[in-house]
């Protein structure tokens, strides 16, 4: 079974225009034809509209023009990645902006929450995942017309564009809020944005669940499984925890992956970013797929969204660019203590040694107390095991430390060893064919195990809680040292790098609500780390205004990129509604869309 990038595709129709290629690719193609969209009313054609709904995952495209790999919504790809590094992990204070102040303007807003209605960014999100959107409304109105399609088919393509049209929804609706509904029925587009649509969404996610099969023909693909976790989580985010406890329970104990592997924690917590691991991986509930060097520079199917963020110098291996530095305050919440739990609520008190402002020829010792393994899966400190690179060297590989701190991204980082295949150079800055999860099951067990903490089902919310972190008891799948500092090809030794201690929560440590959910939550951040949730959670759970401005106080005595910066509660919990977006509504003087609230 070969993933969905890999089906060769002869047409894909984007926004009115037909793509043509026989490359090798689930993502987007190069203009190089037209024809009527009525040629696609048959078996081939909608399968090529779908594809197309699938490829605005990526939320990129190539700009034939300027040859770069641009986002949907027509700027920079960055913005639109579906890692949500920007508006999840460094709007929630895992990480900072990163490089320096000059660099990438428009991002300090949203880091900082100063953001208005014209930044630029804002649109570009809006606009791409619309798109998306739009894609899966020209598979909706085709698929009808078509009668070379058995019943089974129908429904399987349906219920997939429905699907992706849920999850379009679903990430506009989780950073914006109030957002126009438009359909594959819809004739007037300017919709006016005032009315819940999250029982659309809930309608689109359940007609999926119900209707999909549990497993396709290609793995990029939706499946029952994918559709019942979102959903739930759709649920989850309306606090409707009755709705969503069935349905996560279902998908924990039935679930399984699109090629049919019984939904499980991966055993490697490194594996999960191992392209060559995806078709083994147990815990892939829903991801984008991306795919590397495929033939041509002018096909956006690598992961172009993190290309900002590897390590960057003229010693670093990476050519760019210094971005989406982890943050001190997330570092230090995988401090342990002796019982190999974490500091819930004085972490930061418990600092975890870090170099910055230390220069790279003073000598520097790692920290020596106890660490949750997953920090060095997840970071980049100085004098450990950077993947098969070598001892991340620390200030070296940081653009600009007094102002995007001392550590580097790993999650969205190949392997030396694998770089050949696994990364993209085709562009100024380093793409790659890692995948992008959407859901995976360690986040499913998470939020099952929250939707039980609030319904005082707290032995089984702590099971949850402890399966997820029992993975991490395995000193085998821990960051070890080199054999050779000097040669890391040649591998590890049984040395692990740190001290690291984790251990699972003792039976009946769950002794009430309150705790069970400061202890969900917390074990959020560090499960989800660096992954584009951060934001989103604090967000839903109440907690943003607290924690994030607990955050810039304690950054901010740090690093300069934070000073100064306020989370207002009942405004920064969403963006702005993009101005350019409600100038385009305005007819008699009046627009149809609405502002959120806060912002002008």
Partial sequence: MKPLYYISIGVLLCSGMLFCSCSKSFLNRPP???????ALSNKAGVNVLLVGAYAALAGQDYDAVGGNIQSLGGGNAWACSPSNWLWGSVAGGDAH?????????????????????????????????????TRCNNVLKVL??????????????????????????????????????????????????????????EADFKFAYDSLPTTQSDIGRANKWAAGAYLAKTYLFEKKYDAAEPIFTDVIHNGNTTN???????????????????????????????????????????????????????????????????SIDLVNSFRTDANGLPYLDDYNAHAVANDQGIPTAQPFTPDQGNLDPRLDWTVGRRGIPYLDYGLHPGKDWVRAQAYSGPFAPIKNVYWNATAATDADNSQWAPGSSINVYIIRFADVLLMAAEVEAQLNN??????????????????????????????PAAGFTNTPAANYVISPYPNGAFTSQAFALKAIYFERKLELAMEGYRYYDLSRWGLAATVINAYFQFEGQYTNDVTGAKFTANKNEYMPIPQAQIDLTFENGKATLTQNQGYK
């Fill in 32 to 38: 190089q034809g037209s024809v009527d969209a009525g």
């Fill in 97 to 133: 902006k990163g490089s320096d102040g000059s660099d990438q303007p428009s991002m300090i807003p949203i880091a900082t929450m100063t953001v208005n209605p014209s930044n630029d960014l804002v649109n570009d999100k809006w606009k791409a995942v619309y798109e998306g959107i």
């Fill in 144 to 201: 009808p017309k078509v009668t070379n399609m058995k019943g089974d088919e129908i429904t399987n393509v349906r219920a997939q564009a429905r699907f992706l049209r849920a999850h379009y929804y679903f990430e506009l609706k989780k950073l914006f809020n109030n957002l126009p509904w438009i359909d594959e029925t819809t004739v007037d587009l300017k919709q006016p944005n005032t009315t819940d649509i999250w029982p659309k969404i």
């Fill in 260 to 326: 049919g592997l019984t939904y499980d924690l991966s055993p490697d917590f490194e594996d999960l970013r191992r392209p060559s691991y995806e078709t083994k991986n147990p815990e892939a509930v829903f991801q984008v797929e991306m795919a590397a060097n495929v033939g041509t520079g002018a096909i956006a199917s690598s992961n172009q969204g993190d290309m900002l963020n590897f390590p960057y110098s003229s010693t670093s291996p990476f050519s760019c660019c210094g971005f989406f530095g982890p």
């Fill in 458 to 487: 707290l032995a089984l919310a702590e099971s949850y809680v402890n399966r997820v972190r029992n993975r991490m008891t395995n000193s085998a799948h821990w960051v070890h040292t080199y054999i050779d500092n000097a040669n």
